[in-house]
């Protein structure tokens, strides 16, 4: 066992800021490549990002959710699809803190271990002596190609006819990949469908997700009392994917105001845009948007920093929140980004300028199931109006 001495949040939210040139200078070629590059990789790696959610046994940090936040915010700065692949790297990390232990010995025994994962039940896994035998595919499996496991849903039957989800631990080597991510955005995230085949799981490496939702006792002992793994997965996950979406705004912001200097409203007397006053309106707009999403993005961070390691119940109002945080950051996000595209003018269509690129990006996360803003809002305000939730994601 490795226990390591986690840096502040200023010193990792520092070290993701420094990352932001090479991000941003490998961001074409990961984008055509539809992966990250393995330089990116590497300074990942040596910055100690990836260690951030996993337990301190095994060299990891155990940071809070806002230090995720803030870390994921800044990586988003510099590539979209880097800060998403990221956060589910993390998001898979934290739900390991929950399996038996002997799980997370075998896990990681590698300390560079990466975990993707899905939360969607597209498969079926069928009880056998000792463990589960696991058949089907899923979507959208971000990071898979540079993860050594992916945790990934499927649907056991029960006694009476019906089904649990279950998570299920496999490793990425035993999957089948279909390479159809022929996709507009978040390209380099690498997003394949992976296959299982007849896969046996022992029983260790599978957690039913009832609990995980509810944030009930978990099966590990050794991480029982450890603060980050007493909330309950769906916050702890919306909170995590909040960043990137605040991550490209502010990445936006970046790329317009570098551009800006010298450029000139054509058709216009306006030689030069930033005496304009209708840039003034679009730029003063956008800001004020990113920071509401920042606001949504803090918000919810802070929730899960305050309830989950005082061991608070959560209302079922205050669940369904945390998906109205995530839904608005990722509206506002798109909405700054929106108008300083249409303020960049016809060369900003062109493939080596980056706000194209992240204009795709958050149009892509913005379309992502979970995190669709309609949908979160709806949640949401049916709640308030006292009904019932129209979905167990809460």
């Known amino acids: 066992m490795e226990i390591t001495q986690a840096p502040p949040r200023e010193e990792l939210v520092r070290r993701a800021s420094g990352l932001i040139p090479l991000l941003r200078e490998k961001a074409t070629w990961m984008?055509?490549?539809?992966r990250i590059h393995d330089d990116v990789l590497d300074a990942l790696t040596d910055a100690g990002i990836l260690k951030m959610r996993v337990p301190v046994r095994y060299g990891g940090y155990e940071s809070d959710t806002r230090t995720v936040v803030d870390v994921l915010t800044e990586i988003g700065r510099g590539d979209g699809s880097v800060a998403w692949v990221v956060g589910v790297w993390m998001t898979a990390s934290w739900e390991m803190g929950l399996f038996p232990d002997e799980a997370q010995d075998e896990i990681f025994a590698n300390?560079?271990?990466?975990i993707c994962g899905i939360l969607g039940p597209t498969a079926v896994a069928v009880p056998v002596d000792g463990g589960y035998i696991i058949n089907g595919k899923w979507p959208f499996t971000s990071g898979v190609k540079h993860s050594t496991w992916s945790n990934n849903a499927a649907l056991v039957?029960?006694?009476d006819g019906g089904f649990e989800v279950v998570t299920a631990v496999i490793p990425v080597k035993d999957l089948e990949f279909i390479e159809d991510w022929h996709v507009s955005g978040l390209r380099a995230s690498g997003s394949v469908t992976t296959i299982a085949k007849d896969l046996f799981l022992p029983k260790e490496r599978v957690l039913y997700m009832g609990p995980m939702m509810a944030g009930a006792p978990h099966q590990s002992k050794l991480n029982a009392n450890a603060p980050i793994f007493k909330a309950p997965l769906l916050p702890t996950a919306c909170a995590h994917v909040t960043a990137p979406a605040l991550g490209l705004a502010m990445g936006a912001k970046d790329a317009f105001l570098e551009r800006l200097p010298g450029r000139k409203i054509t058709y216009t007397s306006y030689e030069n845009q930033a005496e304009?006053?209708?840039?003034?309106?679009?730029?003063?707009?956008?800001?004020?948007?990113?920071?509401?999403a920042g606001f949504h993005a803090h918000r919810a961070a802070d929730m899960v920093d305050t309830k989950g390691p005082a061991g608070e119940p959560w209302t079922v109002e205050e669940r369904a929140r945390m998906r109205l945080d995530l839904g608005a950051t990722c509206q506002r996000a798109k909405?700054?980004?929106?108008i300083l595209m249409d303020a960049s003018g016809g060369s900003s269509v062109y493939s080596d300028v980056p706000i194209q690129r992240i204009q795709r990006d958050v149009q892509a996360i913005n379309l992502a199931a979970i995190m669709h803003p309609s949908t979160?809002?709806?949640?949401y305000g049916r709640i308030v109006c006292?009904?019932?939730p129209n979905t167990t994601y809460v």
Request: no cysteine; net charge negative; charged share 35%.
């Open 31 to 34: 984008d055509e490549n539809s």
């Open 111 to 114: 300390p560079d271990a990466r």
């Open 157 to 159: 039957q029960t006694d």
């Open 276 to 292: 304009a006053p209708v840039t003034h309106l679009e730029v003063a707009e956008a800001i004020t948007k990113i920071d509401e």
């Open 335 to 338: 909405e700054a980004i929106n």
């Open 376 to 379: 979160t809002m709806e949640l």
């Open 386 to 388: 006292g009904l019932e």
